[in-house]
């Protein structure tokens, strides 16, 4: 099993492209380092920990307010007045959508705020509002035609699943219910998974796949944690002595491979490289970030 501790305590960490992995890390000093783990290569970026999309790295620059586009040998390239969130860029690096806040307090940490919604086209200088909206997740369609978010109108109705099309400015609900989590949209393609918890109807629960463009939605066949990438969708099983990974193939969502971790996932802390070559994820056991090399299989690719 091929084993590398790329941090040695739990700060946050996301794949920023094949082979390469941003982990927030306090040594040799505290920041966001890109992490080669073929070569073992290491960039500082920034003192802050940010969001990748292609070549740009986001950062949120409390002091200025704004958030900064770093390139991956840490100069700034851009910058955008975000106030107070983090703008998350597309994977193409086109569009930038970020929320401005208007409510400061909520009844339940159930409840999200009510916030209105931008977004920026990097290609033109234009900056558009999308509207207000009480908005939990965010996730863009790999060509960044598209943009789900969970959220609701500002008077609680109308919950579910909505998308943006920010090259047209519209915004339409297109999965309505309540208690929607973990979305999150499958590589290269228009479908997203999500988790739907405490609808009432345990028909209703589970994980859902939904074709973007038309609304559709279809069961999944695991219920467990689960990451999508490229032509797999991975699941995370607890085990007694190690837990496991197993990868399903899209789209017919057999299992193909699977692996074994070399100890206990800390939480829902793991995150599948995009090539699906690696695995990174805290380990409960020291709370360490390692990344360990994930097998082929002959439907792989």
């Known amino acids: 099993m091929s084993t590398l501790?790329?941090?040695?305590?739990?700060?946050?960490?996301?794949?920023?492209?094949?082979?390469?992995?941003?982990?927030?890390?306090?040594?040799?000093?505290?920041?966001?380092?890109?992490?080669?783990?073929?070569?073992?290569?290491?960039?500082w970026i920034a003192a802050w920990f940010g969001l990748p999309a292609g070549d740009?790295?986001?950062?949120?620059?409390?002091?200025?307010?704004?958030?900064?586009?770093?390139?991956?040998?840490?100069?700034?390239?851009?910058?955008?007045?975000?106030?107070e969130s983090l703008a998350l860029l597309d994977p193409t690096g086109r569009w930038a959508v970020w929320s401005v806040v208007e409510e400061q307090a909520v009844p339940s940490s159930?409840?999200?705020?009510?916030?209105?919604?931008?977004?920026l086209d990097r290609w033109t200088g234009e900056t558009r509002t999308l509207g207000r909206l009480r908005v939990s997740t965010l996730a863009w369609t790999s060509d960044g035609s598209r943009l789900l978010l969970i959220g609701s109108l500002p008077d609680g109705t109308r919950l579910g699943v909505w998308r943006v099309t920010p090259a047209e400015g519209t915004v339409d609900l297109i999965v309505?219910?309540?208690?929607?989590?973990?979305?999150?949209?499958?590589?290269?393609?228009?479908?997203?998974?999500?988790?739907?918890?405490?609808?009432?109807?345990?028909?209703?629960?589970?994980?859902?796949?939904i074709e973007v463009d038309r609304g559709t939605v279809r069961r999944a066949?695991?219920?467990?944690?689960?990451?999508?990438?490229?032509?797999?969708?991975?699941?995370?099983?607890?085990?007694?002595?190690?837990?496991?990974?197993?990868?399903?193939?899209?789209?017919?969502?057999e299992i193909c491979v699977q692996h074994e971790l070399g100890g206990h996932?800390?939480?829902?802390?793991?995150?599948?490289?995009?090539?699906?070559s690696w695995i990174a994820y805290w380990r409960e056991e020291d709370r360490r970030v390692i990344v360990e090399a994930l097998e082929a299989c002959s439907c792989h690719r």
């Open 5 to 43: 501790a790329v941090a040695e305590c739990c700060g946050p960490f996301v794949w920023a492209g094949r082979d390469w992995l941003l982990v927030y890390d306090e040594q040799p000093y505290p920041g966001a380092w890109l992490v080669n783990v073929v070569s073992g290569e290491r960039r």
């Open 56 to 83: 740009i790295i986001a950062v949120r620059n409390p002091h200025s307010r704004r958030t900064e586009l770093y390139s991956w040998d840490g100069t700034v390239e851009a910058s955008i007045d975000t106030g």
């Open 110 to 119: 159930a409840v999200s705020r009510v916030a209105r919604l931008f977004v």
């Open 176 to 209: 309505p219910g309540h208690f929607y989590t973990n979305l999150q949209v499958i590589s290269g393609t228009h479908t997203a998974l999500v988790t739907r918890v405490l609808s009432g109807d345990p028909e209703e629960d589970g994980v859902w796949l």
């Open 221 to 253: 066949p695991f219920v467990l944690q689960y990451r999508a990438a490229r032509e797999f969708v991975w699941v995370l099983e607890l085990g007694k002595e190690r837990d496991r990974v197993f990868g399903y193939r899209w789209p017919d969502l």
């Open 265 to 276: 996932v800390l939480g829902d802390a793991w995150e599948i490289e995009p090539d699906s």
